[in-house]
């Protein structure tokens, strides 16, 4: 029968485990170690509270998530509507220049009127 | 009623000043469960009794008392976060210890790359040490310092805090027969300093 290897003897040292212990020795005085709970729950609590911070309740997420969607939609549709007006008044510029309130664009715009037009007239 | 509060009924179950390690597992496991419902009580008198065990298991680890509490107060900080991971059949101290023991080594390895950048003078001195004016006591210490902390760790683990070599196995990672061989190779190299500090005295 074979007898398992438990690696190298060891030989307990009495002077050097005293002298270990005496180096190695934890604070015996209870209050440092009241403190030191004292210190461990309040980090512990700080922490919950950072992380109860940063975290979202579930339906607050959802709320937020509809209402950002809708806003992509309202603004969508603002920026297609402005786009169809503006596509409109050129045309209307080409078939009907007199229908063309120059004077009113170039108002809001702060340009001259054959600024206003050009502005009609390429779209932008 | 809590369960914490129940388990104080219970006597023996939350931990006094006076016996921090004395523990039965049942109190143990209703505390852990406790704890997991989000009862703070519950891992506060789990703290209080494993921190002086987790003080003993970093201090072993770290260079200095200073690192030694502040991987305490690491490793129950992250043991808190990652409760709900535990299994309450488990032994709740080897878990613990496992991560004060990762903890201890995440902050040596800081301290290694801050060293790098310091002058020598900076290492940080042990705990209230009264007799560290002792030449052997100084030698001893330095002699420590150079050991490879996996051997420190299982020199102080072992001789001092009286870890069994599979405790400590568990706790840092490695098998028992490594445990055992890093005992016999700190022991000698201690051995020979405290022979050499005595030939001279």
Known sequence: ?124 | MTAFAQAKRSPGLVPSRARVVAERPADERALVLAAQRGEREAFSALVRTHERRAYAVARAIVVNHEDAEDAVQEAFLHAYRALHRFLPDQAFGAWLHRIVANAALDITRRRKVRDADELPETVASPFRDPAESSELRRRLQEALDTLPPRQRAVIVLHDVEGFKHAEIGVTLGIPEGTARSDLHYARSQLREVLGSVRSEL
Do not use: F, K
Not at chain 1, 65 to 81: E, K, P, Q
């Open chain 1, 1 to 124: 029968m074979t007898q398992e290897y438990r690696g190298p003897e060891l030989v307990r040292d009495d002077d050097l485990t005293r002298e270990l212990r005496s180096i190695y020795a934890a604070p015996s005085d209870a209050s440092w170690w009241d403190a030191l709970e004292q210190r461990i729950n309040a980090r512990i609590d700080a922490a919950v509270i950072a992380d109860e911070w940063w975290t979202v309740p579930e339906r607050w997420m959802r709320a937020g998530l509809i209402a950002a969607g809708l806003a992509v939609i309202v603004a969508g549709a603002m920026i297609v509507r402005s786009q169809v007006q503006v596509t409109r008044m050129a045309y209307q510029t080409v078939v009907d220049p007199a229908s063309m309130d120059l004077p009113e664009v170039a108002r809001g715009a702060a340009m001259t009127e054959q600024q206003a037009r050009l502005r009609i007239l390429t779209g932008r």
